[in-house]
């Protein structure tokens, strides 16, 4: 049973980060911040998220 519980949250951290990464490229920020942004969200999955969402660049509205 933890091989399917460790997978299915792989899956849902994995699908996390990529939004994470699509909706900071997306943004309005400055290139090198987007590529900082998304090098800490590929490197620390789980905090890099984490971070992202409280201190990450807001979308381009």
Do not use: N
Request: aromatic share 4%; hydrophobic share 65%; net charge positive.
């Amino acid at each position: 049973m933890g091989i399917e519980v460790g997978g299915i949250l792989g899956l849902l951290i994995l699908i996390a980060d990529v939004w994470a990464i699509i909706k900071t490229v997306q943004s309005s920020a400055t290139t090198g911040a987007k590529v900082i942004w998304v090098v800490v969200i590929l490197l620390l999955p789980v905090l890099g998220l984490l971070i992202w969402l409280l201190a990450g660049p807001r979308s381009a509205r």
